[in-house]
């Protein structure tokens, strides 16, 4: 039987189309896959699979308060002292509208009492005063089942408004000093929220950016990607309040701003 030039070659064409789609489906073994990024999984702003269960951050201890200082530069420079001996200070703007330091979170008014009487025998510290865990906001409410601590968090974080907020902490080398205005915000109130950033996004649990709460606090990106280098803490109606860099003022921002929006990450909750 004779077949045609065309009929050949069109016999040929279809050989080789069906060769290449079984050759796409075959069992030939895929480029290996990259290994998983846990940080970059931890960084993803898609809710987990599974509904979190808010993991309640410790309560704070007895701590020791040192200070009363008219200068913002001298509460940083005796924070700054503090931590080159190795102790967990932070400074804050006190109802007064004067600077205090705290340091220490002890489990016994003993050993915070010794802390800084050996401080003060060293001449580092003047006259002190332990808080108690009692004295918090967070202690007193669940004791009493009275008030609301999102909004003591709220009203904490808003003392520091228009303060040219300076930190001493981890996040000072990323150009910015959130991580001190919410740390503070939540340690005056009774709560040991970690020093930086990304520690503090890892104890929160996912809260949808719809569903945020104030109190809350919000995460971003701001060199690109999804690694953290920025937090604020929501304040209701679309706004956070934050701390933008070194030597700015505290301020509140919307997270509808094209910037907040391009660089946000996710949302925590620790309530």
């Not at 020093?195 to 701001?222: C, E, P």
């Not at 700015?248 to 909750?269: C, D, E, M, P, Q």
Request: glycine fraction near 12%.
């Amino acid at each position: 039987m004779k077949f045609s030039a065309s009929f050949v070659i069109c016999c040929s064409l279809l050989l080789l189309l069906l060769c290449s789609c079984g050759g796409r489906y075959s069992s030939s073994p895929e480029p290996p896959a990259r290994s998983p990024d846990p940080i970059a999984e931890l960084l993803e702003e898609a809710p987990p699979l599974q509904p979190e269960a808010v993991q309640p951050l410790q309560k704070m201890g007895f701590s020791v308060q040192v200070g009363a200082f008219a200068s913002l530069d001298n509460a940083v420079r005796l924070e700054q002292r503090l931590e080159a001996r190795g102790i967990d200070a932070y400074h804050f703007l006190h109802e007064s509208g004067l600077y205090k330091v705290r340091f220490g979170n002890h489990p016994q008014y003993a050993a915070a009492r010794t802390e800084a009487e050996r401080l003060q025998g060293q001449g580092l510290i003047g006259n002190f005063f332990i808080v108690i865990p009692e004295n918090y906001a967070a202690a007193q409410i669940q004791k009493t089942g009275q008030g609301d601590l999102r909004g003591e968090l709220v009203r904490t974080a808003k003392r520091f408004l228009g303060v040219p907020y300076r930190w001493g902490g981890e996040d000072r080398k990323n150009g910015f000093d959130c991580s001190g205005l919410t740390m503070v915000s939540y340690r005056l109130n009774g709560l040991n929220l970690p020093r930086n950033s990304r520690m503090q996004f890892k104890a929160g649990s996912y809260v949808a950016k719809r569903k945020l709460r104030q109190g809350d606090l919000v995460f971003f990106a701001t060199k690109g990607g999804k690694r953290v280098t920025h937090v604020g803490m929501y304040v209701g109606g679309g706004n956070f309040i934050h701390a933008p860099r070194t030597g700015k003022t505290v301020r509140i921002a919307s997270l509808g701003h094209n910037f907040w929006k391009k660089t946000y990450v996710g949302g925590r909750t620790y309530l």
